[in-house]
């Protein structure tokens, strides 16, 4: 099976098991997310439920083909915090996903070395109650037709199963349909094999 077209996620928020190291206590909490303008109300959100926590670290991973993330150490001494998060992303092949591991700070300095495992395993631990689904990476076309060619259009959209995202009647029909990334080639032929339609 060819899983170039997939990609791995998480649907729900995720809170983990505590994670402890000379006092101080680590609380990793995974995300979805659709954009990066969600992370900040997701870590107010956990200023506030943590509200005497010292440190609130953070990576994040976006999009399959052109993916974007970040990584915050949040204060934490440099790449001891954020990369370790983001390793733990690449590890389990997630995407459009936000970890948020939270410390308690319990009085005794970890060293680097201890705080890389510390969110090391912070991270880890949530991704590992985390429901992991598995996604197809879809691709969008917006078709625009004369009403009297609905039927040709209905039948191929019923044929190849394609999913309707929009629908706008007004002058002319136009509809945003998605389609699994691996059919996109033969779908789009098909519409433009119907000539009474405008595909993009």
Known sequence: MNTSDTYKTIEKEFEGEIFKDRG???IGYTFPLTDDDEVKSHIDMLKSKH???????YAWKLGV???????????????SAGQPIYGQILSFDVTNILIVVVRYFGGTKLGVGGLINAY?????????????????????????????????????????????????????C???????????????????????????
Request: aromatic share 8%; glycine share 2%; with cysteine.
């Open 65 to 79: 083909e052109k993916a974007r993330f970040r990584a915050n150490d949040d204060g934490e001494p440099n790449n």
């Open 120 to 172: 090391r395993a912070g991270a880890k631990l949530v991704l590992e109650e985390s429901a992991i689904v598995e996604k197809t990476i879809d691709v969008h076309f917006k078709l625009t037709f004369e009403y009297e060619h609905m039927d040709k259009v209905m039948r191929i959209i019923k044929e190849k199963k394609i999913v309707i995202v929009n629908q706008k009647m007004e002058m002319n």
């Open 24 to 26: 101080s206590k680590f």
């Open 51 to 57: 509200h005497k926590a010292r440190h609130w670290c």
């Open 174 to 200: 136009v509809f945003e349909v998605s389609v699994r990334k691996k059919f996109a080639e033969a779908t789009k032929m098909a519409f433009e094999n119907l000539r009474c339609l405008t595909i993009k």
